[in-house]
């Protein structure tokens, strides 16, 4: 394949990963838009909290599975990129092995916590079943992600990380018929929700040991070909990755477990409402940012440095073009939302939360892209110290300002806010470009353009707000599509390059060509 060919199969391919993320992303807010109010409504925002708890829960368990799987990608794509195929099915091999120990260990300390639950949390006597149960199918879920983790590397692999999208917008179309039809046709139980995923991930799961043999046939679960060395250089890399997730709970990951134990569950279940959004959009900007990460790294494996330079950058400013747009949106629209969404619910409250949870995305979402290149070059270790470091700090602060001010789950969230804020501006932004050769100041520009980008489109949000009555949901949604719409045609004209406009216009030129 031609270096041209293969930047036309590498355009293509992200084309088609962006395309079926955004369906992804779309079918999941369809979930939670529908799904919360209901729940917080029929049981009380303090029950919702705990469904997040769990969530938050399994999180906290999958510490130890991160150190392997979120590195095992890139050892086997770079083997099978070398020519080593025998390498290759090692690492392929061991980690599913290494997977399956971990499963049944987790087993035993899953079913104490379930059993003990209600000794560890105030919850009230009727709902301790149900919460216990709804902790049982998350536990259930984690390990079956955990068992069948190996076989969804076949995507990134081959860079065709739009059928797992495809088949991940089948998935959650099934977990939202399956979630509705229990609720409409039998009596009510938040654990109706933790089975919608469960099915979802048995779905996924099928679904993705289909493909790795369709796509990577050369790759086989063989018990045999497990290589303690392999595991081991796996997590002499991985290892640091867990310990960057260890900071993440630290700095956010707890914001519900504290909040139920200092403050009291009903604002857990009031910050977990406020979470829902932001944790969507920035689970949608991961989405969105990872459809770039094959590319980086086979630019890496192949050690064209000029292209992982110019691809990196060129990914920051297609981030830029979209991710101020919906916190710009909920930062200036975020009270009528929350009336309208959850009525009865102190909606000034849960959406200053929401603002402090969100209003960072302008930094953090450009960067998701190259946060991969820690990974990329193997520079995780001095991340996850640094990362380590601000978790530890931001979580002394938070005990320390929840103690001697009444701030209360203000003083949660804004500790995080800092502290983010922080890092990024002197380690993410500077380190990530020297890492691949840049100046540390060659990243600041887009984050730049990003941050006017934000106050941009909320001015646009802001002025939109004050001139009409947002206290319906068609009028609400109508200003906010036209925030979007003008918010996207600024970007359009100030995040992009010339030669970046040239290459979206032409593009869409073409698929309208072809469909008339």
């Known amino acids: 394949m031609t270096t041209s060919e293969a930047q036309n ?3 293509k391919a992200l084309s088609k990963n ?6 992804t992303f779309l079918l999941n807010t369809f979930i939670s838009f529908f799904i919360t109010p209901y729940i917080s409504e029929r049981f009380g925002s303090d029950i919702y909290g705990y469904v997040k708890l769990a969530n938050e829960f399994a999180n906290y368990a999958a510490l130890f599975s991160i150190a392997l799987n979120s590195m095992s990608s890139r050892f086997i794509m770079l083997e099978r990129v070398r020519g080593d195929q025998k390498k290759a099915n090692q690492y392929f091999s061991s980690v599913a092995v290494a997977n399956i120990i971990m499963a049944a260990v987790f087993v035993l300390p899953s079913g104490i916590c379930v059993y003990y639950l209600d000794r560890i949390f105030e919850i ?8 216990k149960l709804t902790f049982a199918l998350t536990f259930l879920n984690f390990i079956v992600r955990l068992l069948v983790s190996i076989y969804s590397n076949c995507y990134y692999i ?10 991940g917008s089948q998935a959650s179309i099934l977990n939202v018929a399956l979630v509705l039809g229990l609720f409409l046709f039998f009596s009510p139980h938040i654990s109706y929700v933790v089975l919608g995923t469960l099915a979802a991930t048995l779905f996924t799961a099928a679904a993705n040991i289909f493909y790795t043999r369709k796509l990577t046939p050369d790759l086989r679960f063989r018990a045999s070909d497990f290589n303690a060395r392999c595991v081991g250089d796996i997590l002499s890399s991985g290892i640091w990755n867990s310990i960057t997730q260890l900071s993440q709970i630290f700095t956010s990951g707890l914001d519900l477990l504290i909040t139920n134990l200092f403050i009291s569950p009903v604002m857990m279940g009031y910050l977990s409402i406020a979470k829902t959004v932001p944790n969507v959009i920035f689970s949608f900007n991961s989405t969105v940012a990872n459809v770039f990460s094959p590319n980086l790294m086979q630019l890496y494996a192949r050690g064209d440095r000029e292209g992982l330079k110019a691809a990196a950058k060129s990914a920051m400013r297609f981030m830029c073009l979209f991710v101020s747009i919906p916190s710009a949106i909920l930062c200036t629209m975020g009270t009528d939302f929350y009336r309208l969404w959850v009525p009865g619910q102190p909606a000034e409250m849960i959406s200053v939360m929401s603002v402090l949870t969100i209003v960072n995305s302008c930094i953090s ?3 998701q892209p190259i946060y991969q290149i820690f990974t990329i070059t193997n520079k995780v270790r001095s991340n996850s110290i640094v990362m380590i470091i601000y978790g530890i700090a931001s979580l002394f602060c938070t005990y320390i300002l929840l103690q001697l001010t009444d701030w209360g789950v203000y003083a949660i969230l804004g500790s995080s806010l800092t502290g ?28 730049f353009r990003s941050v006017l980008s934000f106050l941009a489109v909320s001015a646009i949000g802001f002025l939109i707000n004050r001139a009409f009555d947002l206290s319906s949901w068609l009028a609400w949604f109508s200003a906010a599509i036209a925030t979007a719409a003008l918010g996207f045609a600024i970007n359009f004209s100030v995040v992009l390059s010339k030669k970046e406009k040239l290459a979206l216009y032409t593009r869409v030129k073409g698929k309208l060509r072809k469909n008339p």
């Open 124 to 131: 009230n006597p009727l709902m301790v079943f149900e919460v």
């Open 9 to 11: 199969f590498n355009n």
């Open 18 to 23: 962006i395309i079926f993320s955004v369906i």
């Open 365 to 367: 979402g450009p960067l």
């Open 420 to 447: 983010a804020l922080l890092v990024a501006f002197f380690y993410h932004i500077p380190y990530s470009a020297k890492y691949i050769g840049l100046p540390k100041t060659a990243f600041v520009p887009e984050i």
């Open 158 to 167: 081959t860079n065709t990380l739009y059928i797992q999208s495809l088949r």
